[in-house]
């Protein structure tokens, strides 16, 4: 089955800087790649999404890249602010009627 | 549209009981998927239903199960309770027609902690 695998496990950054976090994953069928962004007691949020058609996607200070060859995915986050400050999901969703794997996750946190 | 809704939203058990937990996923949204979240092990799949059928469904042993109604709503109950049933369960709906057929949008969780 799908596995996907998530870095770093946590990252800080002063606020202005950049993040980014890359997952990995293991099925080639695998086509749609959501991102979630969960601040501490709320619930998972969808921030940005890319199927595997599509080799790039932004949305404002948010931007996602997917290498289909090299199977793994990325989130990218520019001028940080500290609201940006979460725990942020990748997950991976198979050919149709699977279900997602979800990454384990990563803690982002923005030093004012 | 309102959001996906699951109650009770905390619920403090001791072990060997039972639980039932309850999804109502947004209007229209036919799939509702169940996940566990705990703080070592991330979220981990439990089952999917679509159109009152279990169409997925992760590796829980049987004291998990779960059912989807006529209109979508879905429940999940956990027999038999052990310590390490304590976690944030989550549910999540999709469309599953439509241009973004897959994503799926949360619920805010039921928080059990078992005693």
């Known amino acids: 089955g799908e596995n996907v695998e998530q870095h770093p496990s946590t990252l800080s950054v002063q606020e202005g800087d950049s993040a980014v976090i890359k997952c990995t994953y293991s099925?080639?069928?695998?086509?749609?790649f959501p991102w979630y962004k969960q601040e501490l007691g709320k619930r998972p949020q969808l921030i940005i999404d890319?199927?595997?058609?599509?080799g790039e996607k932004k949305d404002q200070r948010i931007a996602v890249t997917l290498n289909k060859t090299a199977k793994h995915f990325s989130l990218h986050i520019t001028e940080t602010q500290p609201e940006d400050s979460a725990v942020y999901f990748c997950?991976?969703?198979?050919?149709?009627?699977?279900?997602?794997?979800f990454g384990p996750g990563t803690r982002l946190s923005v030093l004012p | 549209k309102a959001g996906v809704t699951q109650t009770p939203r905390y619920l403090i058990k001791t072990r060997g009981q039972q639980v039932t937990l309850s999804c109502s996923p947004i209007?229209?949204?036919?799939?509702v998927s169940w996940y566990q979240q705990t703080p070592g092990q991330g979220l981990q799949f439990l089952f999917e239903?679509?159109?009152?059928?279990?169409?997925n469904k992760g590796n829980f042993p049987g004291r998990f199960s779960g059912r989807q109604f006529s209109n979508s709503r879905s429940e999940m109950n956990v027999s038999t309770l052990e310590l390490g049933d304590s976690a944030l369960y989550l549910c999540?709906?999709?469309?599953?027609?439509?241009?973004?057929?897959?994503?799926?949008?949360f619920g805010p969780g039921t928080r059990l902690l078992v005693l």
């Open positions: 209007s229209g949204h036919r799939s």
């Open positions: 099925d080639s069928a695998s086509n749609y």
């Open positions: 997950a991976a969703l198979g050919a149709f009627g699977q279900n997602f794997v």
């Open positions: 890319i199927r595997s058609n599509v």
């Open positions: 239903y679509f159109s009152e059928t279990q169409r």
């Open positions: 999540a709906s999709s469309p599953t027609s439509g241009v973004n057929q897959e994503t799926q949008y």
